[in-house]
């Protein structure tokens, strides 16, 4: 037989006695029971966004008539960048621990000058040089390259897919993470064509991004 402790034995006499055949074999074992024997453990991870620009004084140089121009960092003055692909002008580097992602979103104005600018472009699909329609149209388009990331690219804004495009004052969604995300880079670029009878000037415009991450 055992005789089970009971809890008023615990702080005095933490022993189970044990007894075999009626009585002749006994014994003890210690065995104790405490009132809770689970420990809770706890600790807070605080909500985080990551959000950087790489570079914030990017320009295309002098445009040109007889090709598709890209912007730079730190522009030098000279002729418009016409590699293809492009080199991205910046990075975006976004990211956070928040449920519900990460959206980045830019708001800006047309490229001016002394009352001139040049027109807000979307062009869809065009992988090939030139991209757009320079000499015959103005065109002014962002596209971004997620570098095979998980943000989910905003539709027209997918430069690998051949996508630029550009609205003036208005908050445009570029890229977005349905949940939790590492900081990552997604590429920049700034796609200028004009026209030949696109005024001269020097012409300029900013451009601001938010990342806004949801918790």
């Known amino acids: ?29 210690a065995v104790e029971i405490i009132t809770d024997d689970s420990v809770n453990v706890t600790a807070t991870v605080d909500p985080s966004v990551t959000f950087s620009i790489s570079d914030t004084n ?23 960048d016409t590699t293809f692909p492009p080199v991205a002008a910046h990075t975006l580097t976004a990211g956070t621990n928040g449920a519900g992602g990460v959206t980045v979103t ?4 047309l490229m001016t000058s ?4 040049i027109n807000a472009a979307t062009i869809t699909g065009d992988t090939t040089n030139p991209v ?7 065109q002014f388009a962002l596209g971004f390259d997620d570098n095979g990331s998980t943000f989910t690219m905003a539709s027209g804004y997918d430069q690998n897919a051949g996508d630029y495009k550009f609205v003036a004052a208005t908050t445009e969604t570029i890229f977005s993470s349905s949940g939790p995300v590492s900081s990552t880079a997604v590429d920049a670029h700034y796609l200028a ?11 300029s415009t900013s451009i601001t991004y938010i990342a806004t991450a949801t918790f």
């Open 106 to 109: 830019y708001n800006g104005a």
């Open 132 to 138: 757009g329609d320079p000499g015959n149209t103005e």
């Open 193 to 203: 064509n004009i026209a030949a009878n696109t005024p001269a000037g020097n012409y």
């Open 114 to 117: 002394a009352g001139n600018d």
């Open 58 to 80: 990017i320009g295309f140089n002098t445009l040109t008539t007889a090709n598709d121009c890209f912007a730079v960092g730190t522009p030098s003055g000279g002729a418009c």
């Open 1 to 29: 037989t055992i005789a089970n402790q009971t809890v008023a034995q615990n702080a005095s006499d933490p022993t189970i006695d044990i007894s075999v055949n009626s009585g002749t074999d006994t014994g003890s074992v």
